[in-house]
């Protein structure tokens, strides 16, 4: 494949990285993509030291530039007609008299190319390497079913050896009660009895022995099931704990059960065998004893061990498999008082006996902290279920509770005034306790799961705050039981909130955030920085402190986007078709070296509730390139009309009045119906369900450096009533007759609160609007409106002041 394909078909980062390698004067990148191949066939490198071969080459390309310039003229491509001419007379002017200079420039910049294609086939290679840890893990997996599988073979092993031993000992009761009973019968010869005694003795010996050889390998044993319960309880459970806390957070982490489960039941059923080995050698030992008897000192040691190995693996293997959740809620771990929420817990030793056997209880958490005002509350609803095989689809023990709710207690002396500390109620973490016993086989264990600590709230509107602070307390802490966490609350390392906010998206729209994406919020958060690694966070800043010159959080406004995706925009999201986290800065880079009509898909940075916008480029006719803007969409907007309709129907009037799209390619170079149209509803003009909306729909558009709006603006379509323009704009397309006054003085443009560093003024704003005008007849929507204040029109009282349907001159 030609290396500028392959250039082509690369990840949009590399691309950036394409269009910054070709923001240079040496070598135009549209001459690099009409002369692709050409170039690409020729030999540069000897070029640069062939003054001969470097001339032939620089005449070929200006023939080659030619050819493209008459292509154009015929196509009526005014743009790229003109921009070819200009390119051709720059390499005159520049390379007439030095060729070889061209080709050295060339060859550099193909050099560069093969570069960016090295690195991006070298990250798709440590992307490959990645799945390592998993086959890491699955190797470790294996090793660990290899060392049950050899605990089980043990546990045989040892069966048949006891069987053994009982053998022996039957033989040697046997042969001894025979040796009673001839000495009590007749007189045996005196060296007969000598022969039998020592026969006798000999089986003690052996029986002695084997005892010992079966207390060692019992000992052994417990050797062995206490390093696997180890592995389970100090990695395997730990690491499965950590990932439900990241899932509960939106990580793409596996927390199946089921090969925990089979761990944790292969360890007890082997424990339970070795209870019932050491029974049976209390009972051989019943029937024979002597003196020194191995079994008598060393079985309740052994017994003692077993016992406490079989309760730390019944007390680990009591979980909460599915954290507690409400219905509609934002994630789980929220709960609202007097609100059904479900739990599940599970007993990780599947014993079918057990099935419906073993009772659980809830509760909440039995001591309050010293916190002031901590609330107590009580549990409601069906707080008592046996634990079952029927409730799982892989037949586990399984308490699944479904209706449960949680009734705040009357305010007591409790917790009340016993601290300075004090936290919101969304701050507040609490804890709900599962208990029940565990019988069988003579052994009684108190088995206790806990949940991961929960926030309770009491209204619907502090689900943003209490899920912030959930997402917190799982990505940093390191303890799931402090429920003091937020007294004194660590910061967060850039790479965990990257992480974290990615995981954000990923779970709601199964597509999570770009590493360039990440990179812009970073630069939100901290500004240019060389490496964002070592920036950290803090909580209040995350979700407690307005972001400058703004009435909301960094939270708030992350959430509100990501809302106003899961909600309206999760295809086009999904697709990649939502650049999205780009600055403005940003954004005019990308899109000044493309094609006319280039457009990219962004989101608001000074919307609260989340705001999308779109940003195209054009070029005077001298070539300049001239990025516009529109006023953010929000969910008003949305909730009208699909955003791909928007970008459909979108229309402006350039020269002669003539309504035009100006929204051609989706960055970087996806023709719009390409990258939209399977979304494109069937009906169009007066028959699309969206007519209202498209007649009604005004918006503003900004030139390059503009701000866009704090707050939205739209109209209510379904009174047919559109957006107040400004004072100063007529409704002469409407048929009416205003006094056209045009503002005194310029407005003053507010800074982005997300953006740092010096922002320009506005200079001027266009007015746009979709299709047809005509449908705007009241009076009343050409009244002022103090909300335009927030908008920077700087330059409307000049000459781009227009009326409505006008030209722009």
């Excluded at 619907?460 to 959930?470: D, M, R």
């Excluded at 939502?578 to 899109?591: C, D, N, Q, Y």
């Amino acid at each position: 494949m030609a290396q500028w394909e392959r250039l082509r078909q690369l990840h949009s980062v590399y691309q950036q990285q394409l269009d910054e390698l070709y923001d240079r004067d040496g070598l135009p990148m549209d001459v690099r993509y009409y002369l692709a191949a050409w170039i690409e066939k020729q030999e540069w490198e000897r070029a640069v030291r062939d003054y001969d071969l470097a001339m032939v080459l620089f005449q070929v390309l200006l023939d080659n530039l030619d050819t493209q310039h008459s292509r154009f003229v015929q196509e009526e491509q005014f743009l790229l007609k003109h921009n070819i001419r200009r390119y051709k007379q720059n390499f005159q002017q520049k390379y007439q008299e030095q060729p070889c200079t061209l080709a050295s420039t060339i060859l550099w910049f193909l050099q560069k190319e093969k570069e960016i294609l090295e690195t991006a086939e070298l990250d798709m290679q440590v992307k490959l390497l990645q799945v390592e840890p998993e086959q890491m893990e699955t190797d470790s997996q294996k090793d660990l079913e290899r060392r049950m599988a050899g605990l089980r073979n043990e546990v045989q092993c040892v069966e048949h050896a006891l069987t053994c031993l009982e053998e022996q000992q039957d033989e040697f009761d046997f042969k001894y009660k025979t040796h009673q009973m001839e000495g009590a019968t007749e007189e045996a010869a005196k060296k007969e009895q000598d022969q039998n005694m020592k026969v006798l003795q000999m089986l003690i010996n052996r029986l002695d022995e084997c005892r010992k050889t079966m207390l060692s390998n019992l000992g052994k044993l417990l050797d062995r099931s206490e390093e696997l319960l180890s592995v389970l309880v100090k990695k395997e459970l730990l690491e499965w704990q950590k990932r439900q806390q990241k899932a509960c957070i939106g990580a793409p982490d596996n927390v199946c059960l089921d090969q925990l489960e089979n761990w944790f039941t292969c360890v007890a059923v082997c424990l339970f065998q070795v209870r019932e080995f050491l029974s049976k050698l209390q009972e051989l030992m019943g029937k024979l004893t002597y003196p020194n008897d191995p079994v008598k000192a060393q079985k309740p040691v052994l017994q003692s061990r077993v016992d406490s190995l079989l309760t730390e693996l019944l007390k680990s293997a009591f979980v909460v498999e599915t954290q507690p959740s409400m219905p509609q809620g934002k994630g789980p771990l929220v709960l609202r008082t007097n609100v059904q929420f479900s739990v599940k817990t599970r007993l990780l030793v599947k014993f079918p006996e057990l099935n419906h056997a073993m009772r659980v209880t809830v509760s909440m958490s039995r001591e309050a902290p010293v916190i002031k005002g901590y609330r107590r509350f009580n549990v409601l609803g069906s707080n008592s279920k046996a634990l079952n095989m029927a409730e799982s689809q892989t037949g586990g023990m399984v308490a699944d509770f479904r209706h449960l709710t949680l009734k705040e207690q009357k305010s007591g002396g409790s917790g009340k005034g016993v601290n300075d500390i004090s936290l919101s109620v969304t701050e507040e973490l609490h804890i709900i306790y599962f208990d029940t016993v565990f019988e069988m086989k003579g052994l009684s264990v108190n088995l206790q799961a806990a949940s991961l600590p929960v926030v309770v709230i009491s209204n619907s509107s502090q689900q943003q705050s209490a899920w912030s602070s959930i997402l917190w307390f799982n990505m940093l802490s390191q303890d799931p039981k402090d429920i003091t966490f937020f007294a004194n609350c660590p910061a967060a390392m850039w790479p965990q909130l990257g992480e974290m906010l990615s995981w954000q998206f990923l779970s709601a729209t199964k597509r999570g955030l770009e590493p360039e994406q990440l990179d812009m919020i970073a630069y939100k958060l901290f500004g240019k920085q060389q490496n964002y690694d070592s920036c950290k966070m803090t909580w209040s800043r995350f979700s407690k402190e307005n972001v400058p010159n703004a009435n909301f959080t960094f939270w708030v406004w992350f959430d509100g986007i990501l809302v106003l995706v899961k909600t309206y925009l999760e295809n086009l999201w999904r697709d990649g078709s939502i650049m999205g986290f780009v600055s403005k800065a940003r954004e005019k880079t990308l899109l000044k070296k493309k094609q006319t009509g280039t457009f990219l898909l962004r989101f608001s940075e000074s919307v609260r509730d989340g705001g999308i916008t779109f940003s195209w480029v054009e070029y005077s006719p001298t070539g300049e390139p001239d990025v516009k803007s529109v006023q953010p969409f929000t969910k008003v907007d949305l909730s009208q009309i699909p955003f791909h309709e928007i970008i459909r129907n979108f229309q402006i009037f350039e020269a002669e009045n003539v309504p035009e799209n100006p929204l051609l390619y989706l960055y970087p170079n996806t023709p719009k119906d390409e990258a939209f149209g399977k979304y494109y509803t069937d009906k169009t003009g007066d028959d699309s369900p969206y007519i209202k909306y498209i007649k009604t729909k005004l918006m503003f558009v900004s030139k390059e450096n503009t701000l866009e709006a704090k707050s939205p603006m739209y109209s209510d379509m379904a009174e047919g009533e559109g957006l107040e323009p400004v004072n100063g704009l007529c409704g002469e397309a409407a048929g009416l007759s205003v006094d056209l006054h045009p503002l005194e003085s310029p407005m003053s443009a507010d800074p982005d609160p997300m953006l740092s560093g010096t922002i320009e003024t506005p200079h001027e704003d266009l007015l746009l609007y979709f299709n047809n005008t005509n449908t705007f007849s009241s009076t009343e929507m050409f009244t002022n409106d103090h909300t335009f204040s927030e908008f920077g029109l700087q330059g409307l009282a000049g000459p781009f002041l227009q009326p409505c349907g006008s030209t722009y001159q």
